[in-house]
C-alpha cells in the first residue's frame, strides 16, 4: 500500500522545529526525513507552508509538494488597493506552479474567520485553478490564538458558499470531532486530514489504552461521517514520530479503508500522480 503524508511541516535549520523534531525521535533535515519515506514506504507529502509569500522562500526537495501559507494580514481590508492585489498575484504565482498543492489558512492564529470577506479572492484563485484550501481547524499550539475562529462549524458557511473550493479540515477539528463530523459528512467539497492528533513520541499500545475514551469518540465520529474517501492520513511532521504515528492511524481507521485514508483521497486532493 502507498503512503502520503497529507499534511507535514517543513523547515529545516529552523531552531524550534529542531527542538520538537528531537522530541518526536526525528532530526529536522532533508536527508533524515527522505530516509523515513524511503524506510517506510511514504510515497510523497504535502508541506503545509509557514513562510511568507516570496516564492524563493519555498524551494522543497523533490518527494515533497506544498501548500502556501497566506496569513491574514497580507490580505487586511486596511492595506492599499495595491497591496492586496500584489498579494493576490504572489498567491497566483503559487498555484501556477506544479508543485505548490493548494493553499493554506491558519484561522485562530490569526483572528480572523476563513468567513471574512478578505478571502474571497483565495477562493475565486482556488476555484480558478482547482486546488484545494487547507485550512487549520481545531486546538492550537500555544494560549495566544483565538478559538473561535479555528472552530470546525466555520468551515460549513466557507464550504456552502464556495461550492466550486475543495476545502481541507486540518486536524478532523480536534478535538470537535462531532461538530467536524456534521461539516463533513454535509459538504460534498469537504475533506480532512488526521494530522495533528499526536505529539512527540508516545508508547502508541500504552496511549491507546489510557487514552481510550479519546480514541473510542475519535472512531465514533470518523465513522458516523462514512467519508474515507474525503480523509486523509497526515502527522503534522515533525510534532510527532512517523511509525507511532502510522500504527495511531491504522488503529484508528478500519483496515477496509486504509488505501483511501493513506493514499487515495491525498493523491485525488492534491492532485498528485504517483
Ligand atoms: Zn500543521
Not at 53 to 78: S, T
Not at 107 to 131: C, H, T
Not at 209 to 238: C, H, N
Request: glycine share 6%.
Amino acid at each position: 500500500m502507498k503512503i502520503i503524508d497529507a499534511h507535514l511541516h517543513f523547515c529545516p535549520q529552523s531552531p524550534y522545529f529542531d527542538e520538537i523534531a528531537a522530541r518526536a525521535g526525528h532530526q529536522n533535515s532533508t536527508a533524515h526525513l527522505e530516509e523515513c519515506f524511503r524506510s517506510l514506504g511514504i510515497a510523497g507529502g504535502i508541506v503545509m507552508g509557514n513562510r511568507g509569500l516570496a516564492l524563493e522562500e519555498h524551494p522543497y526537495p523533490d518527494f515533497l509538494r506544498y501548500c502556501v501559507g497566506v496569513e491574514a494580514d497580507c490580505l487586511d481590508p486596511a492595506l492599499p488597493p495595491a497591496g492586496m492585489q500584489a498579494a493576490c498575484d504572489r498567491i497566483e504565482a503559487h498555484l501556477k506552479r506544479p508543485d505548490c498543492a493548494g493553499i493554506k489558512l491558519y484561522p485562530g492564529y490569526s483572528p480572523v474567520s476563513i468567513n471574512d470577506r478578505r478571502y474571497e479572492p483565495v477562493y475565486e484563485l482556488a476555484a480558478a485553478y482547482q486546488k484545494p484550501v487547507a485550512v487549520h481547524m481545531g486546538q492550537t499550539a500555544g494560549s495566544r490564538a483565538f478559538l473561535k475562529y479555528s472552530h470546525p462549524l466555520t468551515m460549513d458557511e466557507a464550504a456552502v458558499l464556495h461550492p466550486r473550493v475543495s476545502f481541507v479540515m486540518c486536524h478532523f477539528g480536534n478535538p470537535w470531532l462531532m461538530d467536524a463530523a456534521a461539516v463533513i459528512e454535509k459538504n460534498e467539497n469537504v475533506c480532512a486530514d488526521l494530522s495533528g492528533l499526536l505529539e512527540g513520541n508516545p508508547d502508541i499500545p500504552l496511549l491507546l489504552r489510557q487514552q481510550e475514551g479519546y480514541v473510542s469518540a475519535l472512531k465514533t465520529w470518523i465513522a458516523y461521517t462514512d467519508r474515507y474517501d474525503r480523509l486523509m492520513f497526515g502527522t503534522d511532521w515533525p510534532l510527532a514520530n512517523y511509525q507511532g504515528y502510522l500504527q495511531f492511524t491504522r488503529a484508528v481507521i478500519p483496515q477496509e479503508h486504509w488505501d483511501d485514508v493513506f493514499w487515495k483521497t491525498a493523491a485525488r486532493v492534491y492532485g498528485l500522480s504517483l
